[in-house]
C-alpha cells in the first residue's frame, strides 16, 4: 500500500509561483510512475506531469510545459511541482498519484492510478 499526502496550495495571484509537494509513505518506490493531476470544477481530471522511479523520465502536459517543473527528493520522501507564471486556468484542485510501471515501461501520465492523495486547491485569482 502506498499513501501520499499533499500540501503547498493555496491563493496566488496570476503570474505568481507556487510550490505543491507530496510526500509518498513507501519511497523510494522502484518502477513507479508519480504524478500530479488536476481537477477544475466541472472539468476531467487531467494529467500535468509525472516521473519515472525508474529512469526519472518525466512528462509534462502542453498546457504548463516551460512553467512547471516535476522533481523529486529522495532523502524527504518528496515529489515537488513548482508551479511558476500561474494563470488563472491552473486554478484546480492538485492531486499526487502513484502507479507501478514494471521495468521497461514507458512512463504514462493518464488515469487510471492506482494510489492518489486527499488533493490540494490551488487557486489562481486576483
Known amino acids: 500500500q502506498v499513501q501520499l499526502v499533499e500540501s503547498g496550495g493555496g491563493l496566488v495571484q496570476p503570474g505568481g509561483s507556487l510550490r505543491v509537494s507530496c510526500v509518498v509513505s513507501?519511497?523510494?518506490?522502484?518502477?513507479?510512475?508519480i504524478g500530479w493531476f488536476r481537477q477544475a470544477p466541472g472539468k476531467e481530471r487531467e494529467g500535468v506531469s509525472c516521473?519515472?522511479?525508474?529512469?526519472?523520465?518525466?512528462y509534462y502536459a502542453d498546457s504548463v510545459k516551460g512553467r512547471f517543473t516535476i522533481s523529486r527528493d529522495n532523502a524527504k520522501n518528496t515529489v515537488y511541482l513548482q508551479m511558476n507564471s500561474l494563470k488563472p486556468e491552473d486554478t484546480a484542485v492538485y492531486y499526487c498519484?502513484?502507479?507501478?510501471?514494471?521495468?521497461?515501461?514507458?512512463?504514462?501520465?493518464?488515469?487510471?492510478?492506482?494510489?492518489w492523495g486527499q488533493g490540494t486547491q490551488v487557486t489562481v485569482s486576483s
Open positions: 498519484a502513484a502507479d507501478p510501471l514494471g521495468p521497461s515501461v514507458p512512463l504514462r501520465c493518464y488515469t487510471p492510478y492506482d494510489y
Open positions: 516521473i519515472s522511479t525508474s529512469d526519472g523520465s518525466t
Open positions: 513507501r519511497f523510494p518506490l522502484d518502477y513507479y510512475a
